[in-house]
T-cell receptor, first 116, second 110 residues
């Protein structure tokens, strides 16, 4: 089945550091990738949708300059949390969708980000 | 804007029981509905995907139904096991966007 690899799985860093999370589709071309955020005991919240070769579309309330998304190829999207602060600590999950109409999303295993 | 609600928020049952998890959504114009399982601190595992033209899908002890007109889906788990303990999320897709419910936290006691 389709596989999405997300890296790193866990990162701890100091406040003010920028952190990059990678999301790769390993065996299919993902025209669209999604980034989600999940706080403890809450559901996933969509942060942004990225289409290969174009700018990401951010959900209301998500800071574009804070969460930089790059979808430079059909197999890779990155999320960079710039100048991270403790309130950015969360679980981030990416998903990828193939080119055909009405395809399911395939999810990465998530990245747990802890900002000290 | 699509809203997805899951009831109950938490459920505890003894091993061997059959159980039903509920999901409702406000906009019936969906492409598909998906049920996921999430273990603590882990990513999502897709359990069942129902296309908008389908009424149900089955996989092993799991059966998911979809009534698009009433905006409801159920996930039926037969003969529950302690290993089924997890949070179950339903999500609906419309226009390439996916919206999640808050999940049902299931505990199956040995």
């Amino acid at each position: 089945g389709a596989v999405v690899s997300q890296h790193p799985s866990w990162v701890i860093c100091k406040s003010g550091t920028s952190v990059k999370i990678e999301c790769r589709s390993l065996d299919f071309q993902a025209t669209t990738m999604f980034w989600y955020r999940q706080f403890p005991k809450q559901s996933l919240m969509l942060m942004a949708t990225s289409n290969e070769g174009s700018k990401a579309t951010y959900e209301q309330g998500v800071e574009k300059d804070k969460f930089l998304i790059n979808h430079a190829s059909l197999t890779l999207s990155t999320l960079t949390v710039t100048s991270a602060h403790p309130e950015d600590s969360s679980f981030y999950i990416c998903s990828a969708m193939g080119q055909l109409y009405n395809q399911p999303q395939h999810f990465g295993d998530g990245t747990r980000l802890s900002i000290l | 804007k699509q809203e997805v609600t899951q009831i109950p928020a938490a459920l505890s049952v003894p091993e061997g029981e059959n159980l039903v998890l509920n999901c409702s959504f406000t906009d019936s114009a969906i492409y598909n509905l998906q049920w996921f399982r999430q273990d603590p601190g882990k990513g999502l595992t897709s359990l069942l995907l129902i296309q908008s033209s389908q009424r149900e899908q089955t996989s092993g002890r799991l059966n998911a139904s979809l009534d698009k007109s009433s905006g409801r889906s159920t996930l039926y788990i037969a003969a529950s096991q302690p290993g089924d303990s997890a949070t179950y999320l339903c999500a609906v897709s419309d226009n390439n966007d996916m919206r999640f419910g808050a999940g049902t936290r299931l505990t199956v006691k040995p």
